[in-house]
């Protein structure tokens, strides 16, 4: 759930930004800085932030809705296990979707403009396009880039470890976090280290199945 939420999120901000970013309005290059900012901040200063931003007590984002009438009271959202996984999600998605938007948009900068143009005259709008030429165009880079943020969020539960450290009870606990727990809180390095070995072989499932679903090969290109 971790895995699969976070992808799906940050994707489709990435691709959403990326679209905006490829329009070349006014303002362009100040929006890029903003979207790309939070994936140059480090995970540790993130987490630690958004800890901040959301504390139960002190809480800015707590303050505005309550201010605005959408909670009764403040909440402590990574204590309650109805909604730890969901804030850490939001977390991790306003953190990583800038990964995307920089690869879709290198790749929305090779679609040649006449492929669009030619759509429109045909009575094609902006949904059609982006199903009929968009996407298409963009399969490759989107696998690759789906592929190597899993590889990247599986590896890496440094988030959940500042924000949650896998509590309340179980509820933001993941493979990669239990391992790292097990090794250095327990000292049972030869059981973290099967846990880690069971990571890798799940990852490399994962990674042949997807290109083969996304029919990334040479011979299905060259059709």
């Given at each position: 759930?971790?895995?699969?939420?976070?992808?799906?999120?940050?994707?489709?901000?990435?691709?959403?930004?990326?679209?905006?970013?490829?329009?070349?309005?006014?303002?362009?290059?100040?929006?890029?800085?903003?979207?790309?900012?939070?994936?140059?901040?480090?995970?540790?200063?993130?987490?630690?932030?958004?800890?901040?931003?959301?504390?139960?007590?002190?809480?800015?984002?707590?303050?505005?809705?309550?201010?605005?009438?959408?909670?009764?009271?403040?909440?402590?959202?990574?204590?309650?296990?109805?909604?730890?996984?969901?804030?850490?999600?939001?977390?991790?998605?306003?953190?990583?979707?800038?990964?995307?938007?920089?690869?879709?948009?290198?790749?929305?900068?090779?679609?040649?403009?006449?492929?669009?143009?030619?759509?429109?005259?045909?009575?094609?709008?902006?949904?059609?396009?982006?199903?009929?030429?968009?996407?298409?165009?963009?399969?490759?880079?989107?696998?690759?880039?789906?592929?190597?943020?899993?590889?990247?969020?599986?590896?890496?539960?440094?988030?959940?470890?500042?924000?949650?450290?896998?509590?309340?009870?179980?509820?933001?606990?993941?493979?990669?976090?239990?391992?790292?727990?097990?090794?250095?809180?327990?000292?049972?390095?030869?059981?973290?280290?099967?846990?880690?070995?069971?990571?890798?072989?799940?990852?490399?499932?994962?990674?042949?199945?997807?290109?083969?679903?996304?029919?990334?090969t040479k011979g299905q290109g060259d059709d």
């Open positions: 759930m971790w895995v699969a939420a976070a992808v799906a999120l940050e994707l489709s901000l990435g691709l959403l930004a990326a679209t905006a970013l490829n329009r070349d309005l006014p303002g362009t290059k100040i929006f890029a800085v903003l979207i790309l900012l939070p994936y140059f901040l480090p995970n540790v200063v993130a987490g630690h932030m958004w800890a901040l931003l959301l504390d139960p007590r002190l809480g800015v984002i707590n303050d505005l809705l309550v201010r605005i009438g959408v909670l009764q009271s403040y909440k402590a959202w990574f204590a309650d296990p109805n909604t730890a996984l969901a804030a850490t999600i939001l977390v991790e998605a306003w953190h990583g979707f800038p990964f995307f938007a920089l690869l879709l948009l290198a790749g929305l900068k090779g679609i040649p403009e006449d492929l669009y143009k030619a759509a429109a005259v045909d009575g094609a709008g902006l949904a059609a396009q982006l199903r009929l030429i968009t996407l298409p165009m963009l399969k490759t880079v989107i696998a690759a880039a789906v592929i190597l943020r899993v590889i990247g969020l599986v590896n890496s539960p440094d988030l959940l470890l500042i924000l949650t450290g896998g509590g309340p009870g179980d509820a933001t606990q993941v493979l990669s976090l239990y391992a790292f727990q097990t090794a250095y809180k327990e000292f049972n390095f030869g059981y973290a280290s099967a846990l880690s070995v069971v990571m890798f072989v799940t990852l490399m499932i994962f990674a042949a199945g997807y290109i083969r679903i996304s029919r990334i």
